[in-house]
């Protein structure tokens, strides 16, 4: 991937979530390995706009209750996953509400 295309990528997601209307930033998890640009829908927006990134590691996005446990503690965030890591959120979810309302 080249610089021109992760600034546009970027620049789209921060449009398109319409970060501007959270002057105080969001906070965005990501919850796949750095090195896939996957990640890239929260690592750079996160970054660019002033939130928080967490860089959740596998144990907690593969296991449901520590997700759940570790969205409870730290509240609502904006990620992106791979069905691998969906499955894990979505049973969480059906125990305790800590997911955003939207896979």
Known sequence: ??????????HFITERLELARF?????FATVSTIGADLGNTCIFPALISGGCLHIIAYE???????F???AQRYGSM??????RT????S??????SCCPESI
Do not use: F, I, K, V
């Open 1 to 10: 991937m080249r610089h021109r295309n992760l600034t546009n990528y970027a």
């Open 23 to 27: 002057p105080e930033g969001l906070h």
């Open 60 to 66: 907690d996005c593969t296991d449901a209750q520590r």
């Open 68 to 70: 759940a446990r570790y």
């Open 78 to 83: 904006c990620s992106r996953s791979c069905p």
């Open 86 to 89: 969906c499955r894990p959120c």
């Open 91 to 96: 049973a969480a979810r059906r125990r305790a």
